[in-house]
C-alpha cells in the first residue's frame, strides 16, 4: 500500500518519507543530545566569536581565541557523534530503498535544475530539519 502510494504519487512520497527521516533524526537527537551542555558550548562559542570581532586588529590574542574555540570541538562532536551513529543505518537503508525505487523516474521536466529523486529529498529534509529543530528547540 505504501509501495503503491510512493510510486504513484513520487514527489509527495519522497517529501512525505523525508519528513519522517527528519522527525525521527529530530526525535532521536532531542532524546540524546545533552541539551543544556551543548547550550553551554554554543554560548561559549558565541562570546569567544565576539571576543575575536573586538580583538580584530591583535593577531595573538585572536591566536588565543581561536585555541580556546577548538578545545570545545572534540567535546561538541563526541555529543553529536551518538545519534549520528543511531540514524545511520535507517537512513541509509532508506536512500538505498529510494535509490532503487526511483532511479530511473524524472520527477520534473520543468525545473532541469532538480528533475530526479534525489535533490526533492535533499530540499525537503533541510526545510523539514529545520523546521523540526526549532520546534524541538534544538537549534
Given at each position: 500500500m505504501?509501495?503503491?502510494f510512493?510510486?504513484?504519487?513520487?514527489?509527495?512520497?519522497?517529501?512525505?518519507?523525508?519528513f519522517i527521516?527528519?522527525?525521527?533524526?529530530?526525535?532521536?537527537?532531542?532524546?540524546?543530545?545533552?541539551?543544556?551542555?551543548?547550550?553551554e558550548?554554543?554560548?561559549?562559542?558565541?562570546?569567544?566569536?565576539?571576543?575575536?570581532?573586538?580583538?580584530?586588529?591583535?593577531?595573538?590574542?585572536?591566536m588565543?581565541?581561536?585555541?580556546?574555540?577548538?578545545?570545545?570541538?572534540?567535546?561538541?562532536?563526541?555529543?553529536?557523534?551518538?545519534?549520528m551513529?543511531?540514524?545511520?543505518?535507517?537512513?541509509?537503508?532508506l536512500?538505498?530503498?529510494?535509490?532503487?525505487t526511483?532511479?530511473?523516474?524524472i520527477?520534473?521536466?520543468?525545473f532541469?535544475?532538480?528533475?530526479?529523486?534525489?535533490?526533492?529529498?535533499?530540499?525537503?529534509?533541510?526545510?523539514?530539519?529545520?523546521?523540526?529543530?526549532?520546534?524541538?528547540?534544538?537549534q
Amino acid at each position: 500500500m505504501i509501495t503503491e502510494f510512493i510510486q504513484n504519487n513520487p514527489r509527495l512520497g519522497i517529501i512525505l518519507l523525508s519528513f519522517i527521516v527528519s522527525l525521527f533524526i529530530t526525535i532521536v537527537n532531542y532524546f540524546m543530545l545533552d541539551k543544556e551542555k551543548m547550550k553551554e558550548i554554543k554560548e561559549r562559542q558565541k562570546s569567544l566569536r565576539a571576543e575575536i570581532k573586538k580583538n580584530k586588529d591583535n593577531p595573538e590574542k585572536i591566536m588565543e581565541l581561536n585555541k580556546r574555540m577548538m578545545e570545545d570541538m572534540p567535546e561538541q562532536l563526541k555529543h553529536s557523534f551518538k545519534p549520528m551513529i543511531v540514524t545511520l543505518i535507517p537512513l541509509l537503508i532508506l536512500l538505498n530503498y529510494l535509490r532503487a525505487t526511483f532511479a530511473e523516474t524524472i520527477l520534473s521536466e520543468k525545473f532541469l535544475i532538480f528533475p530526479t529523486w534525489i535533490w526533492y529529498y535533499l530540499i525537503a529534509s533541510i526545510v523539514f530539519s529545520t523546521i523540526l529543530r526549532k520546534l524541538f528547540k534544538l537549534q
